[in-house]
């Protein structure tokens, strides 16, 4: 598989084990992972639930060579982006990555909007969550029971650190973040 997605311009990472991708799991970049239902040590659908209990959403292909209903009802059940049978097609198999690597970009837009919303202080995150809402500084000011200058220092603060002043884009950071993964 790696000879074919090489040929078509995909970086991919092959390992001998499930164990041994969850070794390299904490400094793997996220990515589209394509998991047999039979591997060693663990089944694929063993893997992905060991995944997703250690909070890994990343998207799975679920390949097989001995699958059925059931195992492909609680793949599916579980997630998984699409459920192939050996021997893989290759127009299927890139198929079904297009559509994992739309779920990952969402995926990744989410943490990353996760990510700058965690920089802003408690308070920060009340202010902005109110700006969103369409109130205006003297507003918050009164409803916090804090100082005009206080509210505008935090404006400050949250237009560094969420990267824009606009209202409109604060929002749109707020809504990607509690988006579900």
Do not use: N
Not at 23 to 48: F, N
Not at 51 to 72: A, E, N, Y
Not at 77 to 102: N, Y
């Amino acid at each position: 598989m790696c000879i074919l997605f090489e040929a078509h311009d995909r970086k991919a990472l092959a390992y001998e084990d499930p164990v041994g991708f969850l070794r390299s799991i904490p400094s793997a970049k996220p990515g589209c992972l394509i998991l047999d239902l039979q591997m060693p040590h663990l089944t694929g659908l063993e893997l992905q639930a060991e995944l997703l209990q250690r909070g890994f959403r990343w998207p799975i292909i679920m390949i097989t060579g001995h699958g059925d209903v059931h195992h492909c009802r609680v793949a599916f059940k579980s997630g998984v982006i699409d459920f192939l049978s050996k021997p893989i097609d290759s127009g299927l198999l890139f198929e079904a990555l297009q559509k994992a690597d739309q779920v990952l970009e969402a995926l990744v837009e989410v943490e990353k909007a996760r990510a700058i919303l965690a920089t802003l202080t408690p308070r920060e995150d009340e202010i902005v969550r109110l700006i969103c809402r369409g109130w205006g500084s003297r507003e918050i000011s009164v409803a916090l029971d804090i100082a005009l200058r206080t509210v505008d220092a935090h404006r400050v603060h949250i237009c560094e650190k969420l990267g824009t002043r606009s209202p409109a884009e604060f929002a749109q950071i707020i809504m990607t973040a509690d988006r579900q993964s």
